[in-house]
């Protein structure tokens, strides 16, 4: 027989932001190749009981690829199960290509990014009219570095939103590119370590000038998103730009202006 290989979003780490489809895949599937601790659980959850279930913590990529391989022979279903979304920062194209080259059908179900279960942990808003409509999803160079173009100081000088990933042990780094950038040192910054995790999510919300020593207060070392945006907090700012798309004044496709439109730009 040959089977084909999912690779599933298990999302942030709240097993039941597992998608619909996500959990079905889990729960048909004869071999389940997880990646590390964070999704450990929906596995063990979902996964049917007699389920070949493989933790690849410490399986290089071509271990990986042979294991997969080798469940595809066995079983119609095969799920390899990856943290957030498979697309960021998942190795995806190096376990898909041995499994082209070989022959076996494969596709991808996208997560919840924890760049999205940060910002919803805390409450916040990555978009906030006539302050950001730009999300950079990035990362500081650790071992793998940075293509030309990409660092940090560049990035930050759109002044977006940045979700970064993979980078709380080098938040130094960060708060040097974003001075580099010119961000005030009251520069609101969150941090949000196993965004959604029951029990286990903790929250920091700091100024670029003390996010560091708040981490270190609260322990934070691993598994965290750090976000940086002028639309952090605006929950408590005492005045705000209207969301056009709800404005009386604005039309859409689904309701007609009540007054005048000021101006016809559309945004949202
Ligand atoms: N594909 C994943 C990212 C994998 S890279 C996604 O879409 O979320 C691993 C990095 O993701 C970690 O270093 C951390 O920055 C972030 N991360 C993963 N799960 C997290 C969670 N539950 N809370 C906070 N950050 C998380």
Same mark, same amino acid.
């Given at each position: 027989?040959?089977?084909?290989? =999912? ?6 780490? @709240? ?9 079905? *895949? ?7 190749? /997880? ?9 063990? *959850?979902? +996964? ?12 290089? $990529? !071509? !271990?990986?690829?042979?294991? $997969? *391989? ?14 957030? @979304?498979? +697309?960021? /920062? ?15 059908? =494969?596709?991808?179900? &996208? ?14 808003? $990555?978009?906030? %009219? ?14 793998? &570095?940075?293509? %030309?173009?990409?660092? $940090? ?5 759109? #002044? ?5 990933? *993979? ?46 020593? #708040? ?20 929950? @408590? ?8 798309? /709800? @404005?009386?004044?604005?039309?859409? #496709? ?7 439109? &000021? ?6």
């Amino acid at each position: 027989m040959t089977g084909k290989v =999912w690779f599933v979003g298990a999302g942030p780490g @709240d097993p039941e932001l597992l998608t619909v489809k996500g959990r079905r *895949l889990l729960e048909e599937a004869g071999a389940i190749l /997880y990646a590390g601790s964070l999704v450990d659980q929906a596995a063990t *959850l979902f +996964g049917p009981a007699g389920c070949v279930i493989r933790d690849s913590k410490d399986m290089t $990529l !071509e !271990e990986m690829s042979a294991w $997969l *391989l080798e469940q595809s022979a066995r079983h119609a279903t095969v799920v390899r199960l990856q943290t957030g @979304d498979p +697309g960021l /920062y998942g190795a995806l194209v190096e376990m898909t290509r041995p499994l082209t080259a070989a022959g076996i059908e =494969w596709a991808v179900v &996208p997560g919840v990014s924890s760049a999205f279960a940060a910002a919803a942990a805390a409450g916040e808003t $990555l978009t906030l %009219p006539e302050i950001t409509q730009t999300v950079i999803l990035t990362r500081v160079a650790g071992r793998t &570095p940075m293509p %030309p173009g990409e660092e $940090l100081e560049a990035l930050a000088a759109h #002044r977006a939103t940045l979700c970064i990933f *993979l980078s709380i042990t080098l938040l130094h780094e960060v708060q040097r590119a974003l001075r580099a950038a010119g961000w005030p040192e009251d520069a609101p910054i969150l941090v949000v370590q196993k965004a959604s995790w029951p029990g286990e999510e903790k929250i920091v919300r700091g100024t670029l000038a003390d996010i560091k020593q #708040r981490c270190q207060a609260g322990k934070i070392a691993s598994q965290a998103m750090i976000i940086a945006s002028p639309a952090l907090g605006a929950a @408590d700012w005492p005045t705000l730009a209207r969301s056009r798309l /709800y @404005d009386p004044a604005f039309a859409h #496709r689904f309701r007609k202006a009540t007054v005048a439109a &000021p101006n016809s730009e559309t945004s949202a």
